[in-house]
């Protein structure tokens, strides 16, 4: 008589207490996801009180986003090995001491080092929830649930950010834009030691302090080099940053295969889902960021909304996310997730096909397509981050946390500059044909560069003339958006290819 195969032991079932906790750990994600964008409707008033000059108005908006990005891989190994509750609490701590130091900031300066400290708590926070989620939730599904909302409520954030800016500068100054943070941290303060249970890694090793500014160096010279060639195109400068990023990437990734306590253990690497599956994440959000950079200028500048306005119309994906999120793990449970992704990246290259047709007055086709890439691309980020975490050791899971939002980072910035570049490029091409063929020569070279260039110049000209500048300028954007969507399309088909190929057998 032959004994039947041992079934593995059923994993314990999440409770009442699990969720509750899961429910605090979306305050801190909420927060610092908005905080990307909460800015946006606060500059003007801070520039008339304030009076930063260019390069500070730069440095307010990039000193947070810098200090997120270059301080992830740092502190996800950092939270594996004091406890990743401890380091969320440290972080809410040091989130809210600084958004009160923001909110009555008397000078630029004490504004861009309120922000660089935001991103700092940011850091602790985004990989430390993640890595909480990780292990708290056993169960596949309950753990696939838990992150697919995860997944919804950061995408849903930077949407929501703009919102609640605009209407706290509708009644209040603009510290309230910082202010609103607090609260949320001292509930977060006070609820987390009750509910969320700590959890590390109980054989940690030596803390590899000489591979901290290595990583800093490798990521923020990349990501700011990046940034920059979006916006101002080619030049050596940037570039060389970027190159300078790569090398000291190189150096870094030496370092961490040939040490026991690297920042980044190679036990991630093990298993083939984990890689793959920071890999497709970086492809999601730059398939998400690159719509997004142009559909926020086009509800302002092409169809003229006003700053809260634009931002409420913008808000109506982010409740298509809400939607999906959570059936994106349902569905994952049906089918093979790697078949489910692809469809996902599927549909948002759908949703990109929908902006090929958009023109200068398209308001609803807009919405449509950017509401069915966001759809799209949340099915993939969550099922994927889903994977990564599922195959990542959970003493590890502060590092693999870090690591997929290392790579959000990096996709999102090349998203923007990217599909920002073929944007730019149309649009100057089309400028430089329209002003050849009629519009006033005495228009400056600004109306050639960007459509604010234009919109500056427009307002300045007189009569049929500024009119005729404005009109070619938002044909030219929308035409380069256009553009841009076509290779929007072909990059999200190509990633659902990849997607199959590299996840073909996998079982987190």
């Not at 994993?11 to 996801?33: D, H, N, Q, Y």
């Not at 703009?162 to 509708?170: F, H, K, M």
């Not at 559909?295 to 909304?305: A, E, H, W």
Request: charged letters at 15%.
């Amino acid at each position: 008589m032959t004994t039947p195969p041992a079934t593995a032991p059923a994993r314990p079932l999440a409770g009442r207490k699990e969720w509750t906790a899961f429910v605090v750990l979306l305050l801190p994600l909420l927060l610092v996801s908005m905080d990307v964008s909460v800015l946006f409707f606060a500059m003007p008033a801070i520039g008339r009180e304030l009076e930063p000059t260019g390069t500070q108005q730069l440095w307010i908006f990039d000193s947070y986003a810098f200090a997120l990005a270059g301080l992830l891989i740092t502190m996800g190994a950092l939270g594996d090995r004091i406890g990743r509750r401890r380091l969320l609490l440290a972080g809410a701590c040091a989130f809210g001491g600084a958004s009160v130091l923001a909110a009555y900031a008397q000078s630029a300066e004490t504004l861009i080092a309120a922000r660089a400290v935001l991103g700092v708590g940011g850091a602790t926070l985004m990989p430390s929830t993640m890595a909480l989620v990780r292990n708290m939730f056993h169960d596949d599904r309950q753990r696939s649930k838990a992150i697919g909302i995860w997944s919804g409520a950061m995408a849903g954030g930077i949407a929501l950010g703009s919102v609640l800016g605009g209407l706290l500068l509708e009644h209040f100054w603009w510290g309230s834009a910082f202010l609103v943070n607090v609260p949320a941290m001292v509930l977060l303060l006070v609820l987390a030691p009750l509910l969320v249970p700590e959890s590390k890694d109980p054989r940690p090793g030596r803390f590899d302090l000489l591979s901290v500014p290595l990583s800093i160096g490798a990521v923020i010279p990349v990501i700011y080099g990046i940034k920059e060639l979006a916006a101002e195109g080619f030049a050596a400068a940037p570039a060389a940053c970027v190159v300078a990023g790569l090398a000291v990437g190189a150096v870094f990734v030496r370092r961490q295969r040939g040490r026991d306590d690297a920042l980044i253990s190679r036990e991630l690497f093990r298993h083939r889902a984990f890689g793959a599956g920071v890999g497709i994440n970086t492809l999601a959000t730059f398939g998400l960021m690159g719509s997004a950079y142009f559909t926020t200028q086009y509800l302002q500048s092409v169809l003229g909304k006003g700053p809260l306005e634009a931002a409420l119309w913008g808000a109506i994906p982010s409740v298509v996310v809400g939607c999906v999120a959570p059936l994106a793990a349902a569905a994952g449970q049906r089918a093979p997730k790697s078949s489910v992704m692809a469809a996902g990246f599927t549909v948002a290259a759908g949703g990109y096909g929908l902006l090929t047709g958009v023109g200068t007055d398209s308001l609803a086709l807009t919405l449509a397509g950017s509401a069915v890439i966001a759809a799209g691309i949340v099915v993939v980020m969550s099922l994927v981050n889903d994977i990564a975490l599922g195959s990542a050791p959970p003493e590890k899971a502060g590092s693999a946390a870090s690591l997929l939002e290392t790579g959000q980072e990096l996709g999102g910035a090349l998203g923007m500059a990217i599909f920002g570049s073929v944007g730019v490029a149309v649009y100057r091409r089309d400028m430089a044909g329209e002003l050849s063929a009629g519009l006033p020569h005495g228009a400056p070279a600004a109306a050639r560069e960007t459509l604010g260039g234009a919109a500056e110049v427009a307002s300045h000209l007189p009569g049929r003339a500024g009119e005729t500048v404005l009109a070619a300028s938002r044909e030219a954007f929308t035409h380069g958006m256009n553009v841009a969507a076509v290779g929007g399309t072909a990059v999200l088909l190509v990633s659902a290819a990849i997607t199959v190929a590299a996840l073909r057998g996998v079982r987190a």
